[in-house]
């Protein structure tokens, strides 16, 4: 079984590597096309032509776009995405910081969105047939009317500004001093370092935009679940199962979640790619340097190389997403594999 895993990983893989080339392209001339000008923007006003002229030779922005496409790549798959404009910093290194938060926040999001949605499912499937399930459809409908950044910012109000009992920016209490970093993700090291107050204030502050990124999620999967479980229930397994006097919550939970659970998966996988863009607002509204605050600060600043690096890691990032989804769905799903 770990080897077929392995195999449909490296298929799916393989397919992305062309996509992955034509997202590059189209950012990289797209980019080119804006007609504001970074290299101004970067300098002082007093500037000269001259310095203009040299930091532009520097950034390899007086060549043409064929050359600096082919230069541009070449350092990429070298591992070397460059230097900020603005930020006259290694790009890699900028990510290599900002990355780690994103993940952390992609991940509890999920993790709260999932259980949620799974959970919530179950209580709608249960209640099917009374007003406890039109109270709750009522109430999935509130919580997709509203986009992620909206309750974001409701959370900061009402947990944040209101009661006061959450942190909403940043990543740890300024009162704190960061773990050393060794993996780069703030919960891990803290764990490392046997340092539990830093551990607990990370994992507050990634709670409410966790929180705001799930409530997205959630709902979704609630009514994707229960229609599945809708349809699953009268299949004959279920009829049999009956029949043999299984419990009913065993009848549910281990034989109609299965069959089940291979819709939600699919949709789990497609919106986990949709929360990687949501970060965005939702890291600049909670202060947290993650990549979207990141992404933010070099599209204001025209900061092409950032950009560039952010853009193509955000497509990495959802592809090889979609590639788990894929294999995890072929292997619930036995059908599905190849002979």
């Known amino acids: 079984m770990a080897r077929l895993a392995l195999v449909l990983l490296?298929?799916?893989?393989?397919?992305?590597?062309?996509?992955?080339?034509?997202?590059?392209?189209?950012?990289?001339?797209?980019?080119?096309?804006?007609?504001?000008?970074?290299?101004?923007?970067s300098l002082p006003p007093g500037a000269s032509e001259a310095d203009m002229a040299q930091l532009r030779r520097d950034f390899g922005l007086d060549r043409s776009l064929p050359e600096q496409y082919a230069i541009w790549v070449g350092r990429m798959l070298a591992g070397e995405f460059g230097t900020s404009i603005h930020f006259r910093r290694g790009v890699a290194e900028l990510v290599a910081h900002a990355l780690p938060a994103t993940l952390e926040l992609i991940a509890l999001g999920l993790l709260f969105g999932i259980l949620a949605g799974v959970g919530g499912g179950l209580l709608l499937f249960a209640l099917r047939g009374t007003p406890g399930e039109h109270a709750l459809d009522v109430g999935t409908s509130l919580l997709l009317a509203i986009p992620e950044f909206l309750w974001a910012i409701l959370l900061v109000l009402l947990f944040g500004v209101?009661?006061?009992?959450?942190?909403?920016?940043?990543?740890?209490?300024?009162?704190?001093?960061?773990?050393?970093?060794?993996?780069?993700?703030?919960?891990?090291?803290a764990l490392i370092a046997g340092d539990p107050a830093a551990f607990a204030s990370a994992l507050r502050h990634l709670l409410l935009p966790a929180a705001a990124l799930a409530i997205g999620l959630a709902p979704l999967v609630m009514r994707v679940l229960r229609a599945s479980l809708q349809e699953a229930i009268h299949e004959d397994y279920i009829a049999m199962a009956r029949l043999r006097g299984l419990p009913e919550h065993r009848v549910l939970l281990v034989h109609a979640l299965k069959n089940a659970a291979l819709p939600t998966i699919s949709l789990i996988g497609v919106q986990a790619g949709f929360m990687f863009g949501g970060t965005v607002l939702v890291e600049v509204i909670f202060a947290y340097p993650g990549l979207g605050n990141l992404m933010v600060d070099a599209v204001r600043n025209q900061d092409?190389?950032?950009?560039?690096?952010?853009?193509?890691?955000?497509?990495?990032?959802?592809?090889?997403?979609?590639?788990?989804?894929?294999?995890?769905?072929?292997?619930?799903?036995?059908?599905?594999?190849?002979?």
């Open 10 to 41: 490296a298929r799916r893989l393989a397919l992305a590597v062309p996509i992955l080339f034509a997202v590059s392209a189209l950012v990289f001339v797209v980019l080119r096309l804006l007609p504001a000008d970074p290299i101004a923007m």
């Open 162 to 189: 209101l009661l006061q009992a959450m942190p909403f920016m940043g990543r740890l209490d300024p009162a704190l001093t960061l773990p050393p970093a060794v993996t780069g993700f703030l919960l891990l090291d």
């Open 304 to 339: 092409l190389p950032v950009i560039q690096a952010v853009a193509l890691i955000y497509c990495v990032l959802v592809l090889c997403l979609n590639a788990l989804v894929d294999v995890l769905y072929m292997l619930v799903n036995p059908r599905l594999r190849p002979a």
